[in-house]
């Protein structure tokens, strides 16, 4: 993570996230690489059934491990500016934030509008203090108001959430290729139905806390055999480093590891602290010392 997240994200949108939940980044990608990642995924998205239940949408295709779908999905996943807009949001409350989910989804003519719902409810935690997710939508295909662009509800979000089930009226997030919709954890939102004869297909990539399960399992995603290919900040943002203090290690150490084989023998346990753990650590073992106490537990 940065030290100062706060200090290059885009000011201008991180206000308007903390003020009405949402904002729609106009242009944060180019518009040729968002149709490379499209014409990778196509095939896929010929392939995928249906999603079974009312949630995700019987008229509606969703897929993940992106990362390996598309040579340009990297990209967009560590966009410099999307990544500090949810690093500032989410700083106060981890280490690091981590890789949530991206995930393909197209919508279909016909598709229903989706139960209005917050993502971050996938978490029993507390709700109305702290923010858990943030999202991204990068559309493939124009989103309007015909095809089942995101709905959202603005003020929705923070303590609101507690109480707003949805009483005010929604905006509908139309944007084009290369636009980014951002939206918090807490906001209610829900895609809209596809009046359309022509189906919507956009990506969501979300971000959440580093000591939080994600939505998708990425160690499953992207096994250490497909993930020491990664970027190393790719390969930390999907997991394959420790949430300080030694949250998610293997034998005691960084997962990163494993990235040369399982181990033969056994490792030797290293601690991974954050620099004012460190302090408190190594005044309590000098104090130890000079009051002549054990070296070892």
């Not at 980044?25 to 010929?46: F, K, M, N």
């Not at 598709?111 to 209005?116: K, N, R």
């Not at 033969?264 to 000079?290: C, F, K, N, T, Y």
Request: charged residues 20%.
């Amino acid at each position: 993570m940065r030290e100062n997240p706060d200090a290059a994200a885009d000011i201008g949108h991180l206000a308007a996230l903390f003020a009405d939940g949402y904002a729609i980044v106009r242009g944060a990608a180019d518009p040729a690489t968002v149709a490379a990642i499209d014409a990778d995924l196509s095939e896929r998205y010929e392939a995928t059934p249906f999603c079974e239940g009312g949630f995700y949408g019987e008229r509606t295709k969703r897929f993940g491990r992106l990362l390996i779908r598309s040579p340009h999905m990297a990209g967009l996943v560590l966009d410099p500016a999307i990544l500090a807009i949810a690093e500032a949001v989410l700083a106060p409350w981890c280490d690091r934030i981590q890789l949530n989910l991206a995930q393909a989804v197209e919508i279909h003519p016909g598709a229903l509008p989706q139960l209005p719902h917050r993502d971050e409810n996938m978490w029993q935690a507390e709700h109305g203090r702290i923010e858990y997710l943030v999202n991204t939508i990068w559309p493939l295909t124009p989103f309007t108001a015909e095809n089942g662009a995101t709905l959202i509800w603005p003020g929705s979000h923070g303590a609101r959430a507690l109480t707003d089930a949805g009483e005010g009226p929604a905006i509908v997030a139309e944007a084009a290729p290369g636009d980014a919709i951002i939206f918090l954890g807490s906001t209610l939102h829900g895609a809209g139905g596809n009046r359309s004869m022509a189906v919507r297909r956009g990506l969501i990539i979300s971000y959440c806390l580093g000591w939080l399960k994600p939505y998708e399992n990425q160690w499953l995603a992207y096994p250490p055999a497909i993930a020491r290919s990664f970027s190393r900040p790719l390969s930390e943002l999907v997991g394959y480093v420790q949430h300080r203090p030694n949250l998610g290690n293997f034998e005691g150490q960084c997962p990163s590891v494993l990235f040369g084989g399982y181990p033969e023998g056994p490792l030797a346990a290293i601690d991974a602290l954050r620099p004012d753990q460190g302090e408190m650590l190594a005044g309590h073992v000098a104090s130890q010392r000079r009051e002549g106490g054990p070296l070892a537990p």
